[in-house]
Structure formats: structure tokens, C-alpha cells
């Protein structure tokens, strides 16, 4: 079906990917499976050294120029559109993968945003149903490109699509059932705004039908008129709501509940109100609890959130790399209350870091490592009753060597930057696995 409606959609058309990182390489594969296109570019910043011979390369800092010689765009997540090169500001169509892979599976399609526990979420849905039998795939920002999963897609397959913001800026098209988890400052560098990033996420539900379903946390419901699917509420501790996490240690779903496994490798309240999530997900689909329960308990966390990496030199490390919100900062220190040491800071992008410095003033973490651009302003703004706690570092290296001298041995230094990594490692995961190579050192 997919490529189907590839090649419905670029038959004698001049075809752009935007982009050649993951997602531009998979799409170009299907691209020259289905030919029929007019013309194929390719536009980067950055050199291209693997495109096929068809392809003519517009490369370098004008790459986006090349928009106005085609009739069909295909943006890859993450490249922001400078002025002048926005949907209705050229004769192009500005689409995705992410648009034509929801055109062609939209009901097959489980939708999962918000800021922060996406992956995790998708990651747990996925397993759970592979654990009870259900054909399922797991594909989309979670790192694997869903123009990859075409052939493992049949009619009866349940395709569990982990959504960021920047595949839902530009994105017409959402799933029968959408997950809406939460929704915090973020991405503010890209977006402008809070509200403009609000209103991207809001793309997972907004083109939603009647008949569909929306899972939707406090902070990201919909507004009346804004949504013309089914809206299940999710909250916490709220027998009330739709669905829930009650106690701690139960989930909650419509009347039926199931208590989780206190030997859950998942660490925090947060991943718990997730499990309750999947719970509700995997009951609409038939799926025992039986079968949940084993799933769940089975489920082994990704790399980099709220991750044990190891005891080295008699202090136990915890990498949270993924943290890029104050919030989950604030859950990674109330997941681990014997967190002696904490090192925050790293790419500054204009969030508010307010509620996090409120958190800090009461929690008895002792040692705050600051570290980078947003650990500068975070010094800067720190209250007076803060300031005997913090320390500074230029970088992630410093930081661990005086982690390394503060930490109390058999308590926990945790990495929760609350920041993006982009101003010194390509990605969280860099920063996570050179926070590993430093704490072992």
C-alpha cells in the first residue's frame, strides 16, 4: 500500500527529498523501486557521497533554494524551513514520510507523542504485543524509518508509530488511534514559541475522524471542536479519568486495573503512568492481562533514560541523557532518592528553567553539577538558598571528575541534563555513551 500511494503521489512529478539522513535514504530506496517520477534531487547542508546516479545534489548552506525547482517536497524531521521556503510560500507541496506513510496505514496506525516518554511508551506497547502474539511493527522517530517496515505489513499488522514534533509540523494526516502523553517546553529553538510547538504536537489528533480514539494527558487536551475523535482523559491517581496510574503501582483502565510487578526494571512513577497507558492500549486490542503483565515485566528499559550504567569507584551511575525538559529531570531525582550528585546543563534553548529551580530548592540532592550554556544560565537565575549546593564545569568531562570527588560512595551520580546535547555531541545518545567511557575512566 505504501508504495502504492508513493507512486500515486509522484508520477510525473519533480521530487525533492529534503534531507538525505535516515529517513531521506529510505524513502530514496522506495523512490527507485517505483520510478515514475519526472525528476529526483537531493538537497543537504551537508555532502552526499550515496546517491543514485539519477539524482541531481543541490548541497550546501542554499540547499533549501533548490525547493522552488519541484513540484513535491519530502521534508526529513528536524530541518527547520527558513523564510521564504514554507508550505504556501512556493509552488511546491510540502509533504513527509511521516504524511505518506499515515495516508497509506492511517487504521492500522498507533500514533504516540508528547515531550517526553514516547519512545519508551511505543517501545513497551510493541513489546508487550509481541509478547501476546499480535503482528505488530514499531517504527518512526524512535530511530527506525517507517518507509523500512513496508514489507513486514500486512492487513491484521498493528504498526506502533513513535511521532516527534518535527514530523507533526507540517503533517495533515493523523492515526485512528492517538497517544498524547504530555506536553512541556521544548524545541523552543526550532518552534519560537511554546504555542507553535503546542500546535505542531496538536497534529497527532487534529485531522483525527469520527470513530478514532485520542489518549489524551491533561496538559495536551483538546480544546471543544478541536478534535472529532473519541477522547479517553489521562491522569494520575484518578479513578474518574478514563485511564490512570493509581497508587503508584496500579494501572487503571475504564473499571479494570492491574497491579504492576514491584521488580519492574522500568525505574519511576512516570514509566509506571506509561505502563498504564500500554494497559489500555493493549486491552482495546484483546490482549490478556495476563499476557500485559509478562510484557511489562519482561520490558527492558532504553538506553539512556534513567539507565544504570554501573558501580565504578564505588559510586552507582545513572545516565538520563535523553532528560532535555526540567520535568524529567525533576522525575529522574524523584525516581532516585539516594542521588547524592546530579550534572545539569547543556545546549540552551531558551526554555524557562524556573520550575526546575523551584524543584531544587526543596529536594535534598546535595551536589548540583552545572554544566555548559543552559548550566550557566541556571547558575545565573539560582536563588540564594541554592548557590552552596551548585558547582560548575565547562563540560561533561569536568563534571565527572568532580562528580567523581563529591559523590558519597554507594550513592548515585546521575546525568539528567535537562537540555538538548547539539552545541557539543551529535545526539543524546553521544552524550550518554561518553558519560559511560568518563564514569568507568
Known amino acids: 500500500m505504501l508504495l502504492k500511494q508513493l507512486k500515486a503521489e509522484t508520477e510525473g512529478k519533480r521530487v ?28 543537504d547542508a551537508n555532502p552526499v557521497s550515496d546517491a543514485p546516479e539519477c539524482a541531481e545534489l543541490h548541497i550546501g548552506e542554499d540547499y533549501q533554494d533548490a525547493m522552488a525547482q519541484y513540484d513535491i517536497v519530502f521534508k526529513s524531521p528536524g530541518i527547520v524551513l527558513t523564510e521564504g521556503h514554507k508550505p504556501g510560500q512556493l509552488r511546491c507541496l510540502v509533504t513527509s514520510l511521516t504524511e505518506l506513510f499515515l495516508s497509506a496505514y492511517r487504521s492500522q496506525c498507533i500514533g504516540i507523542t508528547g515531550t517526553k516518554g514516547k519512545s519508551t511508551t511505543s517501545a513497551l506497547l510493541y513489546h508487550v504485543l509481541q509478547t501476546a502474539g499480535v503482528p505488530s511493527v514499531l517504527g518512526g522517530n524512535i530511530g527506525i524509518p517507517t518507509a523500512d517496515l513496508y514489507e513486514q505489513i500486512t492487513p491484521e499488522t498493528v504498526i506502533v508509530m513513535e511521532t516527534g514534533v518535527h514530523q507533526l509540523e507540517y503533517n495533515h494526516v493523523s ?120 510484557g511489562i515485566q519482561s520490558f527492558q528499559p532504553l538506553p539512556h533514560r534513567l539507565s544504570p550504567i554501573g558501580t565504578f569507584h564505588g559510586i552507582r551511575w545513572y545516565d538520563d541523557s535523553i532528560s532535555t525538559a526540567c520535568e524529567t529531570c525533576i522525575q529522574a531525582l524523584s525516581s532516585l532518592p539516594d542521588t547524592d550528585t546530579v550534572l545539569i546543563g547543556g545546549m540552551d534553548r531558551g526554555i524557562s528553567y524556573q520550575p526546575l529551580l ?74 550518554g555513551e561518553h558519560f559511560r567511557q568518563l564514569a568507568e575512566e
Open 358 to 431: 523551584d524543584y531544587l530548592v526543596t529536594s535534598p540532592v546535595p551536589h548540583i553539577i552545572l554544566m555548559s550554556d543552559s548550566g550557566k544560565r541556571i547558575y545565573r537565575e539560582a536563588p540564594d538558598a541554592l548557590l552552596p549546593r551548585l558547582t560548575y564545569a565547562d563540560g561533561l568531562p569536568e563534571a565527572v571528575k568532580q562528580a567523581k570527588k563529591l559523590t558519597q560512595k554507594g550513592k548515585i551520580c546521575l546525568l539528567s541534563p535537562a537540555a538538548a546535547s547539539y552545541n557539543v555531541y551529535r545526539n543524546f545518545e553521544k552524550r
Open 16 to 43: 525533492l527529498l529534503l534531507g538525505y539522513g535516515r529517513e531521506g535514504r529510505a524513502l530514496c530506496r522506495r523512490l527507485m523501486q517505483i520510478s515514475g517520477f519526472a525528476a529526483l534531487g537531493i538537497a
Open 175 to 294: 492515526p485512528k488511534t492517538a497517544v498524547f502523553l504530555n506536553l512541556y517546553e521544548e524545541h523552543l529553538d526550532h518552534y519560537g514559541t511554546f504555542e507553535y510547538y503546542a500546535y505542531c504536537k496538536e497534529n497527532i489528533y487534529r485531522n483525527q475522524q469520527e470513530g478514532d480514539i485520542l489518549i489524551c494527558g491533561q496538559k495536551g487536551l483538546p480544546v471543544p471542536g478541536d478534535c472529532r475523535a473519541q477522547i479517553l482523559r489521562l491522569e494520575m491517581d484518578n479513578p474518574e479519568a478514563d485511564v490512570s496510574l493509581l497508587h503508584g503501582n496500579t494501572v487503571f483502565y475504564r473499571g479494570e486495573t492491574l497491579r504492576l510487578p514491584d521488580d519492574m526494571a522500568l525505574t519511576g512513577v512516570h514509566n509506571r503512568y506509561n505502563c498504564a497507558v500500554v494497559y489500555a492500549l493493549a486491552k482495546r486490542m484483546g490482549v490478556f492481562d495476563a499476557d500485559i503483565l509478562r
